[in-house]
């Protein structure tokens, strides 16, 4: 009976000292694993980082009309590629011969609820340089941090200023457009029109886009500019879009 007392005693103690090292083990993994951790970022951070308005070294160099032209080799719809700084806003952009194929459908014709960003069909990207000239984006506002939702930063002034200029290119070249409107609407308001008959119809489009405009930007338009819209829903009113009118920059 002692001798088998004695052997419990001793198994006993093996095991609480087993247990022992395996504690201080997973002490240290842990005490480890927080330093090492010191030097990521938390969420919060690497929000501000995502939505930071500084260059990243692989923007750096970027060619847009390279990127397009790569996947216009697979997507033939595939037509320009558009990027606001400051945003999210960094995708493809598609264009069918109406604007209901991508509506509600990705590039590969699957049901999506946000579909792509499209240029309006009786856009043509490739009279960029004549006169009267009028381009349409339109992406959804899908009440979180993608497609065109991020646009609606621009009801900022504070971020306007700090993001004058976007970025839309072509399969002919990469073009830079300088922000002159911002402003709520409704679809009474046919802000999307391509045809004009003279330039002074023109040249008085141009000026109601401006007087429209949330803030003053101080950015002058003229008959001889080609303009950009992008365009979005806007939820505060019925039937609303959120419109961001920027002119190219020659």
């Not at 500084?54 to 847009?64: H, I």
């Not at 806003?89 to 459908?105: C, E, G, K, W």
């Not at 990469?174 to 391509?194: A, R």
Request: aromatic share 14%; with cysteine.
């Amino acid at each position: 009976m002692q001798i088998n007392n004695k052997k419990k005693k001793i198994i006993v103690i093996v095991v609480l000292v087993v247990l022992m090292l395996a504690l201080l083990g997973w002490i240290g993994y842990i005490v480890y694993n927080r330093n090492a951790n010191d030097d990521i970022p938390k969420t919060d951070e690497l929000e501000y980082i995502k939505l930071s308005d500084v260059t990243s070294s692989e923007d750096e160099g970027r060619d847009l009309q390279s990127e397009i032209k790569a996947l216009n080799a697979t997507y033939s719809d595939a037509i320009g590629w558009l990027k606001v700084s400051g945003t999210s806003i960094d995708y493809p952009v598609f264009q069918s011969t109406d604007n209901d194929r991508y509506l509600r459908n990705d590039r590969d014709n699957n049901y999506y609820m946000w579909g792509e960003n499209f240029l309006d069909y009786r856009c043509n990207i490739d009279n960029i340089n004549e006169k009267n000239i009028h381009y349409i984006i339109y992406g959804h506002n899908s009440s979180e941090d993608s497609c065109f939702t991020p646009l609606l930063k621009y009801k900022e002034e504070d971020f306007y200023k700090d993001h004058k200029q976007i970025e839309f290119s072509t399969l002919n070249g990469n073009y830079k457009w300088e922000v002159f409107s911002v402003y709520i609407t409704d679809t009474n308001f046919f802000y999307i029109d391509t045809n004009f008959e003279t330039d002074d119809e023109y040249a008085e489009f141009l000026k109601t886009l401006k007087s429209k405009s949330l803030y003053d930007t101080k950015v002058e338009v003229s008959k001889e500019d080609t303009i950009l819209t992008l365009s979005t829903c806007e939820y505060s009113i019925t039937d609303g879009r959120f419109v961001v009118q920027a002119k190219l920059i020659k």
